[in-house]
């Protein structure tokens, strides 16, 4: 079936070095893909979303990179922070002929950022 | 600017007992509202969505429930709570001309005991 996972579990990074996490997915025909951050004990939060007629979409600090050839997605994240550790989730949209919209998430990356 | 409000922010509950989570977005009108079950350590688990009042659509049979009385206020709902109830709960909306992005809650810790 339909399905967006994650290369990594979890990525362990030095601060100011630059994160990369990965992601593929296998519906050719998803036409948006976001990335969410989620802190311990919260909601996730947007980050950078990218539509399909698009290959690179940057954003401050962040930047998403979609392969459709290999239904591939990554977020690299620049001079990576201790704030910036957290779980990273995918996700791809389906938009249903009725106008409904459902997101189909991976299971997640944790990143770790040493100081 | 649209916000969304969930609580109880946690909640502890022993097996058997009801539940009720309520969910309300400020600032848009008929949006896409979405419940999901997180449970520690993992991904994002789709339970109910709705395109409008009164509509609901399960994603997986469960014991639990949802309703939309008014068009920005969602509720999870159950009568008798399992041990497997225990999660992180999400609520999320879209816009209903909206690009696909989803807005999360904060979230409801919920304990059963």
New interface residues.
């Given amino acids: 079936g339909e399905s967006v996972g994650l290369h990594l579990p979890t990525l362990s990074v030095q601060e100011g070095d630059n994160s990369i996490i990965n992601c593929a997915y296998s519906n050719s025909a998803s036409d948006y893909f976001i990335w969410y951050k989620q802190e311990s004990g919260k909601g996730p939060q947007f980050i950078i979303d990218i539509r399909s007629n698009m290959d690179k979409r940057q954003g401050q600090r962040v930047t998403v990179l979609l392969n459709k050839t290999v239904k591939h997605l990554s977020l690299q994240i620049a001079a990576t922070q201790p704030g910036d550790s957290a779980v990273y989730f995918c996700a791809e949209n389906h938009l249903w002929n009725t106008g409904f919209q459902k997101l189909v998430f991976g299971t997640g990356t944790r990143l770790l950022v040493s100081p | 600017s649209q916000t969304i409000h969930q609580w109880p922010a946690t909640l502890v509950q022993p097996v058997g007992s009801p539940l009720s989570l309520e969910c309300t977005v400020e600032g848009t009108s008929n949006p896409?509202l979405y419940w999901y079950r997180q449970a520690a350590g993992?991904?994002?688990q789709?339970l109910f969505?709705s395109?409008g009042i009164g509509q609901i659509s399960s994603e997986v049979p469960q014991n639990l429930s949802a309703s939309r009385p008014q068009d920005r206020q969602f509720i999870l709902s159950s009568k008798k709570l399992l041990l497997s109830d225990s999660g992180f709960y999400?609520c999320?909306w879209?816009p209903?001309a909206?690009?696909?992005?989803?807005?999360?809650?904060?979230?409801t810790?919920l304990l059963v005991l």
């Fill in positions: 896409n993992r991904g994002l789709l969505y395109v999400l999320a879209i209903p909206g690009s696909g992005t989803q807005y999360f809650g904060p979230g810790r």
